[in-house]
């Protein structure tokens, strides 16, 4: 069994024991108190939480206000973790259900976009031919890494949060039905709804990049 | 009679019979009219007897963003001194309304669940002036079950 | 690039292919989407190209960093660590509203202000719209809320969270 260093007692160098251990032994020393246990998860674990939050909100400040407040809340609720998943994927839901907390908050005002409108109508889009395009033709990584990333931010919350459940933290249908509260008929519309789109978007940015 | 206080006698005599009825009595003439509304995109559910919520009432609500508020339920709840009656809005929440004889009357939003307590929700106060002169009284809620909807508590003089 | 499918097909059709790509589809219901795209043209192609989005998506996840150093970061978080137990955990209506604000206030630095919940026609009164809100004492209850007032609409709004 690893045996928690002390970090009074142990010589400096040896204080790097934690940047080796793997996720469940810090995790088992952050149970017991051990911050600097915790703070090396968050130094392991904070770009990928703070991606999951900025997808979402996309919006710097309150990526990094929710980011933070799913360490804070990991903390508190470490000895609820039990290895059932990884550490990494139980960190992604906190952080996902803060942010469709404040997804959700933020909803109350008059803001919802006219492609929510018409999707939830269901109306001319039901309507409309589908074209899904093939992207990865011709792009190079990091061009399309940057292309899907602009063609989110041009998403609705309600479409880009279903989106970034289903292709990024893999839920299944139900999952997302259940974690926003909505019946999986209304994930499968806005899924496809997402991607359709989606896929128009990168469409387009090809398009005014070769003109 | 002759006036203590330089006022017309009769209107001495009107002071007099004002203060010396109990207060029970002028807050029990007195009726709260609640509406459950439920916001919401969606159209009115088949075969569910809503109504949508007046004109009036909507603007009072303009600032929210959903496209219908439909009325599930209205229920009349007398404003008594001292002891409140509680009234069901629906099978899951009541409220009772009370009148604190300092002017305000404290609303109280109970949760209702099958085989338990009321669980208090929410107290809140509100002038009983503001409400006899027409002002709106509104608790609200995210629904728990549908993102996107709210509920609605919508307190209003008695009609 | 290849674009593909051109065609107005029943919305149904649609998602149950996208259900059958995700992996969503009993053994019945799967069977009957492999015939469809084994003998649609349409079908098959909004199949290979709702496969062929969810790989490039699913493979190309942007990639973001946090814009600040490890240090600053932790130092954060250590922070609301501490505030976090040293507060009761009960509710904490001075959060709830500065979230609240971002309801009714999207533009950054605006004002909010709520009068007092109490009688009306305090004269000179001028808020006119739910937007120019400020905080109003909120009673102590089971449940936290924010409230905010109209003065010229005459409405009092308890949003309980």
Redesign the interface.
């Known amino acids: 069994m690893n045996k928690r260093p002390s970090s009074a007692s142990m010589p400096t160098s040896l204080k790097r024991e934690y940047v080796p251990s793997a996720d469940d032994v810090l995790v088992g020393w952050a149970q017991q108190g051990d911050?600097e246990a915790f703070?090396q998860l968050?130094?392991r674990h904070?770009?990928k939480i703070?991606?999951r939050a900025?997808?979402m909100m996309r919006n710097?400040e309150e990526a990094?206000d929710l980011?933070?407040?799913a360490?804070?809340k990991a903390?508190?609720r470490l000895h609820q973790f039990q290895g059932d998943s990884s550490f990494a994927t139980w960190m992604t839901r906190i952080v996902i259900n803060l942010c469709l907390d404040?997804i959700r908050?933020?909803?109350?005002?008059r803001?919802e976009s006219i492609e929510q409108l018409e999707e939830d109508a269901?109306g001319v889009e039901?309507?409309?031919?589908?074209?899904?395009?093939?992207?990865?033709?011709?792009l190079e990584?990091t061009e399309?890494?940057?292309r899907?990333?602009e063609a989110?931010s041009k998403l609705t919350d309600a479409h880009r949060a279903v989106?970034i459940m289903?292709?990024?933290d893999g839920l299944?249908?139900k999952e997302i039905a259940d974690r926003i509260g909505i019946s999986i008929?209304t994930v499968?519309?806005r899924?496809?709804y997402a991607?359709r789109r989606?896929?128009s978007l990168l469409?387009s940015l090809?398009r005014e990049r070769a003109e | 009679m002759p006036s203590l206080t330089g006022w017309p006698v009769l209107a001495y005599r009107c002071l007099l019979a004002t203060l010396l009825l109990p207060a029970a009595v002028l807050s029990e003439d007195f009726k709260v009219e609640a509406r459950l509304v439920w916001g919401t995109n969606q159209p009115k559910p088949a075969g569910k007897p809503f109504t949508a919520l007046d004109d009036p009432s909507r603007?009072?609500?303009r600032?929210f963003k959903w496209t219908n508020y439909w009325v599930v339920n209205t229920v009349v709840s007398p404003v008594p001194h001292g002891k409140p009656q509680r009234v069901n809005l629906s099978s899951k929440c009541a409220i009772d309304v009370n009148d604190l004889g300092n002017?305000?009357v404290e609303i109280r939003?109970f949760e209702l669940k099958e085989g338990a307590e009321p669980?208090?929700?929410?107290?809140?106060?509100?002038?009983l002036?503001?409400l006899k002169?027409?002002?709106?009284?509104?608790?609200?809620?995210d629904d728990k079950k549908v993102w996107d909807d709210a509920w609605f508590v919508i307190l209003t003089g008695g009609r | 690039?290849?674009?593909?499918?051109?065609?107005?097909?029943k919305?149904e059709t649609?998602?149950e292919i996208?259900?059958y790509v995700?992996g969503?589809l009993d053994a019945s219901r799967r069977a009957v989407v492999e015939r469809l795209c084994a003998t649609d043209s349409e079908a098959r192609q909004?199949s290979d190209?709702?496969k062929?989005?969810?790989?490039?998506?699913?493979a190309?996840?942007?990639?973001?960093?946090?814009?600040?150093s490890?240090e600053f970061?932790?130092s954060?978080?250590?922070r609301?660590?501490s505030a976090?137990s040293a507060t009761a955990p009960t509710t904490d209506t001075g959060a709830a509203w500065t979230?609240?604000m971002?309801?009714?206030v999207?533009m950054a630095g605006a004002a909010a202000v709520v009068s007092l919940?109490?009688?009306?026609g305090r004269e000179g009164q001028t808020t006119t719209?739910?937007?120019s809100m400020s905080p109003a004492p909120t009673?102590s209850?089971?449940?936290s809320?924010v409230i905010y007032r109209s003065d010229t609409?005459?409405?009092?709004?308890?949003?309980?969270?």
């Open positions: 911050t703070e968050v130094f904070r770009d703070y991606a900025m997808l710097e990094l980011s933070q407040e360490w804070v903390w508190q404040q908050r933020q909803k109350k005002t803001s269901g039901r309507q409309m031919p589908v074209e899904i395009i093939n992207p990865t033709e011709g990584k399309l890494r940057r899907i990333d989110m989106l289903h292709e990024f299944q249908y008929g499968m519309s899924l496809f991607r989606l896929a469409q090809r | 603007d009072k609500v600032q002017g305000n939003l669980k208090l929700v929410k107290p809140v106060q509100h002038s002036k503001a002169n027409g002002e709106f009284c509104i608790l609200a809620g | 690039m290849t674009q593909i499918s051109q065609t107005i097909m919305t649609c998602l996208q259900a995700d969503e909004l190209g709702l062929a989005l969810r790989s490039a998506v699913r190309n996840e942007p990639e973001i960093h946090v814009p600040e490890r970061y932790w954060q978080i250590q609301r660590m976090a979230q609240w971002r309801w009714l999207p919940l109490t009688l009306p719209t739910l937007a009673y209850a089971p449940a809320s609409d005459g409405v009092t709004v308890h949003w309980i969270n």
